[in-house]
């Protein structure tokens, strides 16, 4: 996917089985992206049960160096600045895990996503022996 205005919107009805946390911060992070990496920065976007009851969002684009900080003094008047402090306020916990070329921003909220949304790894093709 490529973050684009038009992207948010799309990604939103995309996850329109999971609740309005997951929807929300999803958006947000995709958002984060367009604002500081730029219009069309290809990015993979990921919902997934965690194993220990949460659903974790994830956001990986091709820039490991522009981290996200968590800005807690937009004015009332600003009209950016609070999508990392909603997050933060959703989310029981998120982070960024750095790779060489790529970098993901996740979070992880309460619940799990609904059955049938969220693809489950293969299992391991066995050998014919």
């Given at each position: ?63 490991p160096r522009a981290l996200p900080a968590l800005v807690r003094s937009a004015a009332?008047?600003?009209?950016s600045g609070r999508g990392l402090a909603l997050l933060d306020a959703l989310a ?11 970098k993901t921003v996740w979070c992880e909220l309460e619940g799990e996503p609904p ?15």
């Amino acid at each position: 996917m490529l973050a684009t205005p038009k992207a948010v919107p799309e990604l939103r009805h995309l996850l329109r089985h999971h609740g309005y946390d997951v929807r929300l911060c999803a958006s947000e992070l995709l958002t984060n992206v367009i604002d500081h990496l730029g219009e069309g920065t290809p990015v993979t976007v990921r919902v997934a049960h965690t194993g220990s009851g949460h659903t974790r969002v994830e956001v990986t684009d091709p820039d490991p160096r522009a981290l996200p900080a968590l800005v807690r003094s937009a004015a009332a008047t600003d009209e950016s600045g609070r999508g990392l402090a909603l997050l933060d306020a959703l989310a029981l916990r998120w982070g960024v895990e750095q790779h060489a070329e790529r970098k993901t921003v996740w979070c992880e909220l309460e619940g799990e996503p609904p059955r049938g949304t969220v693809q489950e790894p293969a299992a391991p093709a066995r050998s014919s022996r």
